[in-house]
């Protein structure tokens, strides 16, 4: 807890703090969220503290959503329509880029949804109906990384979920000058991870 509130004092200024008590965490006439959020997840069964930050519309998450680690550092990136993941999302470890793929939103005001896929094997669309319930399905290709070197190791294709094809990547073995420099010129490996863009800090402290 100690080094969650350090990264959170290292992340912001005392101008950005006056700024989201002003901005941050605000209702609707409704009552529901509105606006800029930060939300803090103390840490609890063996798993550490974490905050996200992102945009929500009269109650439903939108646009882009960071989550943040008790480093303060970016461990996910997710973008979101009407509520549900929908779009490109990017999944980090100690600050360095592991997966990313693509999520189909599915409509939320409706018990089921229907989408036109094209079938991998008959090369035609077919119409397909999931339920909503699960909120979003992967669906189109996923690259997953190495976390030292940043090379590639696998490409998944889906398909609402389904994957429709695999493959996996070799690299380089770990005591390689190739990998070694690499791993060497990462940004975690040099105290630089990735940050919102600048003025969009995220204070782990009540905005209240």
Known sequence: MIRFFLGALLLISAEANAQSEMAYNKMDSLGRRDGQWIERFPARMGEEAFADWGSYSHGRKFGPWYRYDAEARVTSIENF??????????????????????????????????????????DIEMKRVLPTESGSVRHGTWRYYDARSGRMIRQLEYVLDEVVDKKEFSIAPVDSAWYKKREA???????????????????YTNPE
């Open 81 to 122: 329509r009407r509520g549900v993941r929908d779009g490109e999302a990017k999944y980090f470890e100690n600050g360095a880029l592991v997966a990313t793929g693509d999520f189909r939103g599915l409509n939320p005001d409706q018990k089921f949804d229907t989408i036109w896929v094209l079938d991998p094997v008959k």
């Open 185 to 203: 010129a990462m940004p975690h490996m040099q105290n630089r991870y990735y940050k919102p863009p600048r003025g969009k800090q995220v204070s």
